[in-house]
């Protein structure tokens, strides 16, 4: 098999759940540091549009989303699985919440003016400056938390992680799954990058006990690579042959039509292709560029929209 190659930033927390996802399945993986905010150029030669972290290269493929990414190494290596057979539909739907409500709670915590100060203390202040009219771009028409409404929130969403943790060590049972990968990112960001205001783990100590069992599964074998050979090596793979999967017409859009798949919602960019499958939870794009060749651009069907060109 070609190598896993994982486009991501240190500081991101989705990066930070496909990395321990990545450790829990000992799946080898290359490791290439993109930028935190546009441009991205050599994301986008491989994505045609899609620019949020990270971003999952296999080859000629491209899986955008870490919902799909976690599918995608499941795939690759079911053992130990994301999805437990007793509790999968559970722990799906529990994690989709978690990268969405839990996620944009704690974040609006996190990055209260204290949170946001020491993120950004080593940094110039055009940086910080950069950074925060990045994301308010991204942000446009999104209702996002005042921080002292996401901390209400959030306190309650970990008094109740906390309760979930009473009769087992991980979320749903004796073992991690999608549901604990999902909720921990959020939680990893307020620890790592803002500790500045992680005392509000104080009342739940169970949950910071819980935080250091995800912590320990670490992020497996990573190398280095550059993003000049990571689209080298797209350029020079054949995209994989798409699963036998029957294709599902929920729009009036037929195979073979030019297509756009964009966010519903936080960065809207959208990647044009051809539609070449559009399964029950997938839709893949053919498209080519000039650095990157012919790729096949994967994206989950739920948070996407999927549009004629
Ligand atoms: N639903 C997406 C969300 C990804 C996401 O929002 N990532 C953040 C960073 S953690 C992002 O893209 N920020 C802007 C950027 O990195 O350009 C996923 O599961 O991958």
């Not at 905010?37 to 045609?48: H, Q, R, S």
């Not at 009473?166 to 604990?180: M, R, S, W, Y």
């Not at 030019?258 to 960019?269: A, D």
Request: net charge neutral.
């Amino acid at each position: 098999m070609a190598d896993i190659i994982l486009h991501h930033y240190p500081t991101s927390p989705f990066a930070e759940k496909t990395r321990l996802m990545l450790g829990y399945k000992q799946l080898p993986w290359k490791s290439v540091i993109i930028p935190s905010i546009m441009p991205k150029p050599d994301v986008v030669a491989l994505t045609g549009g899609y620019r949020k972290t990270p971003m999952l290269q296999i080859g000629a493929d491209i899986y955008c989303d870490t919902a799909l990414i976690a599918d995608v190494l499941e795939h690759l290596q079911p053992a130990p699985t994301l999805y437990p057979a007793h509790s999968k539909g559970m722990a799906r739907t529990l994690a989709h919440w978690a990268d969405n409500t839990l996620f944009w709670a704690a974040m609006a915590y996190n990055l209260q003016p204290k949170g946001f100060a020491h993120m950004f203390t080593r940094v110039p202040p055009e940086a910080a400056k950069a950074f925060a009219e990045d994301r308010k771009a991204m942000s446009l028409g999104m209702m996002r938390l005042r921080p002292a409404d996401a901390a209400s929130a959030y306190r309650s969403y970990l008094r109740r992680l906390s309760d979930m943790l009473d009769e087992h060590p991980f979320l749903l049972g004796d073992a991690p799954c999608i549901t604990d990968f999902a909720m921990y990112h959020p939680l990893w960001f307020t620890r790592v990058n803002t500790p500045v205001v992680a005392d509000i783990f104080d009342a739940t100590p169970a949950v910071l006990a819980w935080m250091d069992r995800m912590a320990a599964i670490g992020h497996g074998t990573m190398e280095k690579f550059t993003a000049a050979e990571a689209i080298a090596a797209a350029a020079a793979a054949m995209p994989a042959a798409l699963h036998d999967e029957p294709f599902m017409d929920e729009h009036g859009i037929a195979l073979g039509s030019q297509v756009t798949v964009s966010g519903e919602s936080f960065g809207l960019e959208p990647t044009a292709g051809e539609l070449i499958a559009a399964t029950r939870m997938h839709y893949t794009l053919r498209r080519t560029d000039e650095r990157a060749g012919t790729v096949h651009v994967h994206f989950p069907r739920i948070g996407y929209q999927l549009k004629a060109a």
